[in-house]
């Protein structure tokens, strides 16, 4: 059975700074590539970072320069570092799995329940 339990979520001011992590277990063959989406309400889910089996990060233009993706493998966890946070990066955080995909867009087998991320002006 694959599950993945995201957790972190707060809510931050902003230019704050706020950690995601996501823990994982189950078959590990379908934790190739492992990335990171989030939901603004009203919008739609989009792809903020991942890393594929080589630990190779690939991040959205929006949050470039603010946001590091890193897997512990030991410990089973993908986290998401986030600084310089901004009202518009509020929303519903969601970790992603695949056995094979490592894009930025919808195309993950396997996801977690959410973590909401707030952030105030």
């Known amino acids: 059975q694959v599950e993945l339990v995201e957790s972190g979520g707060d809510s931050v001011e902003s230019g704050g700074s706020l950690s995601l992590s996501c823990a994982y277990t189950?078959?590990?063959?379908?934790?190739?590539?492992m990335a990171w989406f989030r939901q603004a309400p009203g919008g739609e889910r989009e792809g903020v970072a991942r890393?594929?089996?080589?630990?190779?990060?690939i991040y959205a233009e929006s949050v470039k320069g603010r946001f590091t993706v890193t897997r512990d493998v030991a410990a089973s966890t993908l986290y998401l570092h986030m600084s310089g946070l901004k009202p518009e990066d509020t929303g519903m955080y969601y970790c992603?799995?695949?056995?094979?995909?490592?894009?930025?867009?919808?195309?993950?087998?396997?996801w977690g329940q959410g973590t909401q991320v707030t952030v105030s002006s």
């Open positions: 992603a799995a695949d056995s094979w995909y490592c894009g930025l867009q919808e195309q993950y087998d396997r």
């Open positions: 890393v594929n089996s080589a630990n190779i990060p």
């Open positions: 189950g078959n590990l063959a379908y934790f190739v590539c």
